[in-house]
């Protein structure tokens, strides 16, 4: 079958005569040329989708058991864990994964700010990657609930009490995200219809976006400075091509790959050393609406703007505050008109990186407590 007139050969010869795989596979991965300064920092893109995949699929085999009702659904994700073969396997790498894959894509988030790499041409990369930052977040919202314990019943209710701060629409915004005035089984049939139906298809759309922009304007160069050779002085768009560069087959491909293999065997490692850390003792427990649990608080990754939340005492300032960062975050290309790519040579915005950076970490430590 593998012969020279093997079956195998017959389909490939048949496939290439009529798509030219093999050349558009030349052009788009060994005659795309990366940096010469690309390292695995480059590679976290690959690692973000491939995290987004294991989550999908694992996602799957976790809906043929889940059964989205108040009533059941504790009960279904302990059959999960406990009787259906392999079950807790798929449960706890996505629940890790999920945790994972919201950190690095803060890492990622860094490295492209670090790096300067939201600047012309690149700033619809920044643009579609922050849309997708905030989608990722609501998968993690929406998802948080369907397991229907006391940890995400009662995490849910605090993350969906914030819009009240907002004068005169948020109770009613909270009415909507809830349902009704509580957390109850209509809230679980919302965010279960978000999580697996509505979220994956914007998801989905702006990940091919974000693909293209970004396989389009293709990897920038730090130690280029103000900007890519080939964009300087120009009007119409053009990839950036780097002579001294290498192929993006295989010396960056196979950076990828180690990357992926390091992902995975993190979320394994942490699936055997420390379950606890992302399944804690009210995770075990049945949602009560009547019986309010001493410690509760948002996942790790908005601890952060729950904390602010909470020190500011008036907690319209307070949102209006964070709205105001998240629309400058998403806009930063815009704002940030300086062509100087290297952070070091901009000293005021290495200091505002560097304690952005601390101010989070410790508003997230703080918010433990």
């Not at 019986?291 to 996942?299: A, L």
């Not at 909470?310 to 907690?315: E, H, Q, S, Y």
Request: hydrophobic share 50%; with cysteine.
């Amino acid at each position: 079958m593998f012969s020279k007139n093997g079956m195998l050969t017959k389909i490939y010869t048949w496939v290439e005569e009529r798509t030219g795989l093999s050349e558009i596979l030349r052009s788009q991965l060994v005659d795309f040329t990366v940096p010469k300064d690309s390292g695995y920092s480059n590679t976290l893109g690959f690692v973000l989708f491939t995290a987004f995949f294991i989550q999908l699929i694992t996602g799957i085999f976790l809906l043929t058991y889940y059964i989205p009702h108040p009533d059941y659904a504790f009960k279904s994700v302990q059959f999960i864990m406990n009787q259906a073969n392999f079950g807790w396997l798929f449960r706890l790498v996505h629940v890790v994964g999920s945790n994972l894959l919201v950190a690095t894509l803060f890492i990622h988030i860094l490295v492209v700010f670090y790096r300067g790499t939201y600047k012309k041409p690149r700033e619809l990369n920044w643009l579609t990657g922050g849309l997708l930052f905030f989608i990722i977040l609501l998968f993690c919202v929406t998802g948080y609930l369907l397991p229907w314990n006391q940890l995400s019943y009662w995490s849910t209710t605090i993350l969906t009490s914030i819009p009240t701060v907002m004068p005169l629409v948020g109770g009613k915004v909270t009415e909507f995200i809830r349902g009704g005035e509580y957390v109850t089984g209509i809230t679980l049939n919302r965010f279960f219809a978000f999580h697996v139906a509505f979220l994956p298809l914007f998801l989905i759309t702006v990940v091919i976006i974000h693909i293209f922009v970004v396989w389009r304007t293709g990897l920038s160069s730090i130690s280029e400075g103000a900007q890519d050779p080939a964009q300087e002085g120009a009007h119409l768009f053009k990839r950036p091509v780097y002579p001294d560069g290498y192929p993006f087959y295989p010396s960056l491909f196979m950076k990828a790959v180690f990357m992926i293999l390091l992902y995975i065997a993190v979320v394994f490692f942490a699936i055997t050393f420390f379950q606890g850390l992302f399944l804690p003792e009210y995770a075990n427990i049945k949602a009560d609406p009547f019986s309010t649990p001493q410690f509760i608080r948002p996942p790790w990754y908005f601890l952060a703007p729950y904390t602010l939340l909470r020190l500011i005492p008036n907690k319209f300032i307070g949102i209006s505050i964070q709205v105001v960062i998240i629309v400058l975050f998403l806009l930063w290309p815009f704002f940030d008109v300086n062509k100087e790519k290297n952070i070091w040579k901009r000293p005021f915005l290495l200091v505002l990186f560097a304690t952005t950076l601390i101010v989070w970490f410790l508003l997230t430590m703080l918010g433990r407590f």
